[in-house]
């Protein structure tokens, strides 16, 4: 099969899986131009409140795909640094699902992502000091945001890979779980991001990822949303809340 970007929706979660077995879902150039259109079809779903991250069979992603990036380095780059960019932009929660390897490129993606569930044993590493390349400003910011200067710089300059103990000890995953029970926990979990409000969540992924330019802009979206008034009504009549409030609206 060729390398692709599969996905469907379910139950209001959009899971978008990373298929190039052959290669431990290495991303191929057209895979990289693929995300970005995809995300933003994605995000203009109304009935999409979430969305999963994932790899085919037993990996996440083993990085880009070299052999279709034998061109400038800066243009294999740019596609890549797109993708993570647009993968960050996306308006609703996203939750990247990490098994076996999630490196290089696969680890930018993940990073991406507003949070990270992992199978235990699954191996994490940035590893541009292999090739010689200088890893995307952006990039470094977003993963030093996340781990922190010292853990990031260990990354960056080693390009050693760690395991699930440490990526969770540093913060660059949220939770580690058994491989048998990490696919009910991910559906346990994403049913909750989806019964949330969206309100909330957009609101808050702006202010914790740094925007200081929309303050006014979600006061008004909360005044008129009704999404405080039911939530309080549904709070007191002991009911799910019906939240209508949507990032498409």
Same mark, same amino acid.
């Given at each position: 099969?060729?390398?692709?970007?599969?996905? &469907?929706?379910?139950?209001?979660? +959009?899971?978008?899986?990373?298929?190039?077995?052959?290669?431990?879902?290495?991303?191929?150039?057209?895979?990289?131009?693929?995300? #970005? #259109?995809?995300? &933003?079809?994605?995000?203009?779903?109304?009935?999409?409140?979430?969305?999963?991250?994932?790899?085919?069979?037993?990996?996440?992603?083993?990085?880009?795909?070299?052999?279709?990036?034998?061109?400038?380095?800066?243009?294999?780059? *740019?596609?890549?640094?797109? +993708?993570?960019?647009?993968?960050?932009?996306?308006?609703? #929660?996203?939750?990247?699902?990490?098994?076996?390897?999630?490196? *290089?490129?696969?680890?930018?993606?993940?990073?991406?992502?507003?949070?990270?569930?992992?199978?235990?044993?699954?191996?994490? *590493?940035?590893?541009?000091?292999?090739?010689?390349?200088? %890893?995307?400003?952006?990039?470094?910011?977003?993963?030093?945001?996340?781990?922190? #200067?010292?853990?990031?710089? %260990?990354?960056?300059?080693?390009?050693?890979?760690?395991?699930?103990?440490? +990526?969770?000890?540093? *913060?660059?995953?949220?939770?580690?779980?058994?491989?048998?029970?990490?696919?009910?926990?991910?559906?346990?979990?994403? +049913?909750?991001?989806?019964?949330?409000?969206?309100?909330?969540?957009?609101?808050?992924?702006?202010?914790? &990822?740094?925007?200081?330019?929309?303050?006014?802009?979600?006061?008004?979206?909360?005044?008129?949303?009704?999404?405080?008034?039911?939530?309080?009504?549904?709070?007191?009549?002991?009911?799910?809340?019906?939240?209508?409030?949507?990032?498409?609206?």
């Amino acid at each position: 099969m060729e390398p692709q970007l599969l996905h &469907d929706v379910t139950d209001a979660v +959009a899971t978008v899986v990373i298929d190039h077995p052959a290669k431990r879902n290495a991303m191929t150039a057209a895979m990289w131009a693929a995300l #970005p #259109p995809l995300l &933003d079809r994605l995000a203009a779903d109304p009935g999409v409140r979430a969305l999963v991250l994932t790899g085919a069979g037993g990996t996440f992603c083993a990085g880009a795909d070299i052999s279709t990036l034998r061109g400038s380095s800066a243009t294999a780059q *740019g596609l890549a640094v797109a +993708a993570e960019e647009a993968l960050a932009a996306f308006p609703k #929660p996203t939750l990247a699902v990490i098994r076996g390897h999630c490196v *290089g490129g696969g680890a930018q993606l993940a990073t991406a992502c507003d949070l990270r569930f992992a199978e235990r044993g699954a191996l994490f *590493g940035v590893t541009p000091a292999k090739l010689g390349i200088v %890893y995307a400003a952006s990039s470094t910011r977003r993963l030093v945001a996340l781990v922190g #200067p010292a853990a990031a710089k %260990y990354l960056l300059f080693s390009g050693e890979l760690i395991d699930t103990e440490r +990526a969770l000890r540093t *913060g660059m995953v949220d939770e580690v779980l058994p491989d048998a029970e990490l696919t009910k926990r991910v559906a346990e979990f994403t +049913a909750i991001l989806a019964s949330r409000s969206q309100l909330t969540q957009a609101s808050a992924k702006e202010f914790a &990822d740094g925007r200081t330019d929309r303050d006014a802009h979600w006061t008004e979206q909360a005044r008129g949303s009704g999404e405080t008034a039911e939530g309080v009504s549904a709070f007191l009549e002991r009911r799910a809340p019906r939240f209508t409030w949507t990032t498409t609206g």
